[in-house]
């Protein structure tokens, strides 16, 4: 598994937490996690072959707790964490990020108003005006996410 692959899986399950109304400085840890991991130079495959979990806790906010999921990831692909995470919200809810003017914050809202957990289920809301729902949504943003998520949808061949 390469550095940007196991940053990626911090990232998505710091999303997973913060959708699921985690502690932000816990989700903020795994955030932090992840671009250390990402930006570093040598590869967390080879610093745990060559010096173990202790070399791992060396990176910049990297510990205990994060070695040991680094470790699982590399051994099995997995950690509990992620997958009790996972389990609690679909983890194709955080595929609406992709859509442009869809952060974070509007993705916990159409998450826990109004049960999006996909993007074919959002590209029908979209079409069906669902937008207008959406309090404290422009006009600007909505015209965004329409472009944004027609081209998605194209790329991937979504009704």
Request: hydrophobic share 40%.
């Amino acid at each position: 598994m390469t550095n940007p692959q196991i940053a990626d899986v911090f990232r998505r399950l710091a999303a997973l937490m913060e959708l699921g109304g985690e502690n932000f400085f816990k989700v903020r840890s795994y955030q932090s996690a992840a671009d250390t991991i990402e930006d570093w130079p040598q590869s967390l495959a080879d610093i745990f072959a060559e010096t173990g979990v202790s070399g791992l806790r060396e990176l910049p906010g990297i510990g205990e707790a994060i070695s040991k999921k680094i470790v699982d990831l590399l051994t099995t692909g997995t950690f509990n964490a992620y997958e009790k995470a996972k389990a609690a919200i679909p983890e194709t809810t955080l595929d609406l990020l992709q859509v442009d003017g869809v952060g974070i914050k509007t993705l916990k809202v159409l998450y826990e108003q109004f049960c999006l957990t996909n993007l074919d289920d959002f590209a029908k809301f979209v079409a069906g005006g669902g937008l207008n729902s959406v309090q404290g949504m422009g006009e600007k943003t909505q015209a965004r996410i329409r472009a944004s998520l027609s081209q998605i949808c194209h790329a991937l061949d979504i009704n």
